[in-house]
Nanobody, 127 residues
Framework: QLQLVESGGGLVQPGGSLRLSCTAS????????IGWFRQAPGKEREGPLC????????YYVDSVKGRFTISRDNAKTTVYLQMNSLKPEDTGVYYC????????????????????WGKGTLVTVSS
């Protein structure tokens, strides 16, 4: 059973950077797409902000393009979200999620949704 744990959240000033980690246990991520989602205070969860598919395709929503970068480690157990030029509206709980994607492209992943979820890590962008 795949389990996901997020880490790396915290308080950062506007314009600053943070790197979030999503670490898998139980299995490696070779055959899973990983996405990052966000829930701002008082709002519904939004996303995916970005997706990394197992075959190397990457997707970003327009609001984070050029500022956020999703990547995987070589051990295939951790996915990172590098967040630069952070804005107050980036504040929220960030969740990583996974779906087995061996037969899915990005469009299909977006339509199908995710099966496994972490518990989230809080990011606060404030001066």
């Amino acid at each position: 059973q795949l389990q996901l744990v997020e880490s790396g959240g915290g308080l950062v000033q506007p314009g600053g950077s943070l790197r979030l980690s999503c670490t898998a246990s139980g299995v490696t991520l070779d055959e899973y797409a990983i996405g990052w989602f966000r829930q701002a205070p008082g709002k519904e969860r939004e996303g995916p902000l970005c997706i990394s598919s197992s075959e190397g395709s990457i997707y970003y929503v327009d609001s984070v393009k050029g500022r956020f970068t999703i990547s995987r480690d070589n051990a295939k157990t951790t996915v990172y979200l590098q967040m630069n030029s952070l804005k107050p509206e980036d504040t929220g709980v960030y969740y990583c999620a996974a779906v087995h994607d061996i037969t899915l492209d990005i469009a299909a992943i977006l339509q199908r949704g995710m099966d496994y979820w972490g518990k989230g890590t809080l990011v606060t962008v404030s001066s």
